[in-house]
């Protein structure tokens, strides 16, 4: 489905602020993976993902995604395949615009100047109600009057609306307070098995990283330190996990609200 | 005052309310819309004029609508190329082309600054001529900017509320999310300059032949002026459906013409038009903004005198 092969950027490069975010790195995906990534803070998995996703382009290497070479591809351009969540619930949806307007944007199809049909408002009221937040009433509201809980739901169903070849989750629960998370976190793993997505999720929740999912990496210093899947990743626990860390890296992981959480 | 010139104050008003009104309405698809300050207006409200008169001079009046607003999307499409594939910041890209339009529209008037069209045939001569001998005769200015305005709503109306307007507002409303989404705000900002710009030379254009004159200086200002008005129309409709709002936008151009114009028959010279229109606009922005400050402000006042006692 989705193979980096030895992708590498380094930002301001030849200056004082030189960093190296990704180093040679190497990914495969089959079709329906599920994959949670973990590692400390700048290990480079946020990088990963614009990587992925086009924000910016790879110094060297190439990425493919469902046989098709998107390494220089524009960045809206992949959007129309690859999903994305952020952590910020505000980065997904335009607040003064309407929810079914959102929705619309999201939706696409149709030609540059056609109008949201009746069919697909109803279409729309009907994916709302599976979030089971009374959304479907307020569709005529501004997205700006939602709660942050509200607003990244909506903004999953925005991504996966069309469903997307990948979908790319940066820690998209961890700005909800915990009870919002857990449900945001439900619905995603129903959306995703649902619709059979491949899908890549970081967390800084060890143990939620070890639960969703088939397949755990592990990133350090631009780097996958650990691929974990199949038999090696069953019965795991996060004390294995963080022992597994120290022997790779050498040092003990140091991110508190990994550990704390 | 009687009651003839009063109303003659109020058909003024009107006439120039609508007219500038679609410059209001070209901002409140730039500036509201799509969250660009578009600096090129003044530039691009001339150009249109020029364009206008040049063509209505050389004997097809009708032809000058579509040509001024042809010029003004042009305009508009430099100003976006600018910004969004040259990386000039939005404003500067305005002020670029803002400066470079003064030449373009000496040169478009033939090497003059001053055009006259006292004999030409206008959209409005024509007109006048139709509504001779009706109870309508004298009021071709009013009907003529009130059709353009009324057309430019329906079209925003409903132009904004297709597939291509939605990511037009997106673009405007959230960078962050159409940065990371499959609309392409290139295309968008561009769509977008060069529809309020065609808007914009419409504007020029009209006002240049309900005058019979264009002067290399008819547009100064303007971005100010419809600023000003777009924020007062903000004030009475900022809220509801887009057509609602750009009628709202229409009406705060009225307004700002109606207090002018009562203005100046109280003796204000005409030349404080500008300073007016940029207290109006620094008084529209400042005010919500003070207003937010203000409990914070009493507090510390507040608190500052208790500790004195």
């Known amino acids: 489905m989705l193979t980096l092969k030895n992708v590498s950027k380094t930002f301001n490069p030849g200056t004082v602020n030189e960093k190296t975010a990704l180093t040679g790195v190497d990914l495969h995906l089959e079709p329906g993976d599920f994959v949670s990534i973990i590692g400390a803070n700048g290990a480079g998995k946020s990088t990963l993902f614009n990587a992925i996703a086009g924000s910016f382009y790879p110094d060297t290497g190439s990425i493919t995604l469902d046989g098709q070479d998107i390494t220089f591809q524009p960045e809206f351009r992949r959007a129309r395949t690859i999903g994305r969540l952020f952590q910020d619930p505000m980065r997904g949806s335009a607040p003064g615009m309407t929810i079914e307007e959102n929705l619309a944007l999201a939706a696409g199809g149709g030609g540059w100047l056609s109008h949201v049909s009746k069919a697909e408002k109803a279409a729309f009221r009907e994916r709302l109600a599976l979030l089971d937040m009374g959304l479907e009433d307020r569709m005529r509201q501004p997205v700006g009057l939602l709660s942050g809980g509200q607003r990244q739901a909506l903004t999953l169903l925005m991504a996966t609306m069309v469903p997307p070849k990948l979908l790319l989750l940066d820690e998209h629960t961890a700005a909800l307070d915990p009870g919002t998370a857990e449900k945001v976190l439900a619905l995603t793993e129903s959306i995703v098995r649902d619709n059979k997505l491949t899908c890549m999720m970081i967390t800084h929740n060890m143990s939620s990283a070890l639960e969703l999912g088939n397949r755990t990496l592990m990133m350090d210093s631009g780097r996958i330190i650990l691929d974990l899947k199949g038999e090696a990743r069953q019965g795991l626990t996060v004390a294995d996990l963080l022992r597994m860390f120290k022997e790779n890296v050498g040092k003990a992981l140091d991110n508190d609200r990994m550990l704390l959480s | ?309």
């Not at chain 2, 009063?6 to 058909?11: D, F, I, K, R, Y």
């Not at chain 2, 291509?164 to 159409?178: E, F, K, S, W, Y």
């Open chain 2, 1 to 309: 005052m009687s009651l003839s010139s009063m109303w003659g104050l109020v058909q003024t008003a009107l006439e120039l309310g609508l007219t500038c009104g679609l410059t209001v309405l070209a901002l409140f698809l730039s500036y509201s819309m799509l969250n660009v300050c578009d600096l090129s207006t003044d530039g691009c409200f001339t150009l249109g004029a020029a364009v206008g008169a040049v063509v209505a001079i050389s004997g097809h009046p009708w032809l000058s609508i579509p040509a001024a607003m042809g010029a003004g999307m042009l305009s508009g499409f430099v100003t976006a190329v600018l910004q969004t594939r040259m990386g000039i910041e939005s404003l500067l890209a305005g002020i670029i082309v803002n400066t470079g339009l003064y030449s373009i529209n000496i040169a478009v008037m033939g090497k003059s600054s001053l055009l006259n069209m006292n004999k030409t045939q206008t959209v409005f001569t024509g007109l006048k001529a139709l509504l001779k001998d009706t109870p309508l005769a004298g009021l071709q200015d009013l009907i003529i900017a009130l059709i353009a305005v009324a057309l430019v709503i329906v079209f925003l109306a409903l132009f904004l509320r297709t597939r291509l307007g939605l990511a037009i507002r997106a673009t405007g409303n959230n960078p962050d999310m159409v940065r990371s989404s499959s609309i392409n705000p290139v295309f968008t900002t561009t769509v977008g300059l060069c529809i309020a710009n065609a808007f914009t030379g419409l504007s020029g254009c009209l006002l240049a032949q309900s005058q019979k004159s264009v002067n290399i200086d008819i547009g100064s200002g303007m971005v100010t002026i419809a600023l000003a008005s777009l924020l007062i129309g903000q004030t009475f409709m900022g809220r509801g459906s887009i057509a609602k709002r750009a009628v709202g936008m229409v009406v705060g151009s009225v307004v700002f013409r109606l207090v002018y114009t009562i203005a100046l028959r109280f003796n204000m010279p005409a030349f404080m038009l500008k300073l007016v229109s940029s207290v109006i606009v620094i008084a529209a922005i400042a005010g919500p903004y003070f207003k937010t400050q203000l409990p914070m402000l009493r507090r510390r006042l507040a608190g500052s005198g208790k500790r004195e006692g």
